[in-house]
């Protein structure tokens, strides 16, 4: 059930949701994200890039700090909290 308020929330379906709070990119979260499904992944797996830095708007060390400092749930946590914010926009 709560995975349907925030998925409504985010704009993502409800699957993408789940597969994100899983630790898996998706299409549909990455094209939300207007980036590539690998750049996601890979964020979530530890590593940022130009393109999750351009997602949040700051530099690739920042971002890289930031993935570091986050571990891996608190990065899938600011990547719903972005997707959250783009969907009520």
């Known amino acids: 059930m709560i995975f349907n308020s925030l998925a409504s929330k985010s704009s993502l379906s409800t699957k993408g949701l789940e ?5 898996k990119a998706s299409n549909e979260v990455a094209s939300h994200l207007n980036t590539a499904t690998s750049v996601v992944q890979e964020f979530i ?19 890289q700090e930031l993935r570091t400092r986050l571990k ?6 600011v990547l719903i909290g972005i997707c ?3 969907g009520s926009s």
């Open 19 to 23: 597969n994100l709070i899983c630790g």
């Open 84 to 86: 959250i914010g783009r």
């Open 45 to 63: 797996d530890g590593k940022a890039n130009s393109g999750i830095a351009n997602v949040f708007g700051i530099t690739v060390d920042a971002a």
């Open 72 to 77: 891996k749930d608190g990065a899938i946590g």
